[in-house]
């Protein structure tokens, strides 16, 4: 296996998830499986493929995208103005991630 337990602890504690020995388990073998994919891809040859610049192409008049128009920004005073508790210019929300 290429992820070891110590690793998924890790990414599970980042994520602040307390996971059961089962679970490590599972992820393990799940996050070993993605990798398998990957390694596979890796195998393709693609020497003869041209690197893709950007997924958007070029079109008529008729595409479906919006023109990219500036438009004035909000502003905080109306950005706030049906917040539960607006203070100091910012939204005051409360503490959810205790650790």
Do not use: C, W
């Amino acid at each position: 296996m290429k992820i070891t337990e110590e690793q998924v602890h890790y990414v599970a504690a980042l994520a602040n998830l307390s996971l059961t020995e089962a679970e490590v388990s599972k992820l393990q073998r799940d996050l070993d499986g993605i990798l398998e994919h990957f390694d596979k891809l890796n195998e393709i040859d693609v020497a003869g493929v041209e690197p893709m610049a950007q997924v958007l192409y070029d079109t008529e008049e008729t595409a479906t995208l919006r023109a990219d128009v500036p438009a004035p920004p909000l502003g905080n005073e109306l950005a706030l103005a049906n917040a539960p508790q607006p203070g100091a210019g910012y939204f005051k929300v409360p503490k959810v991630i205790e650790r």
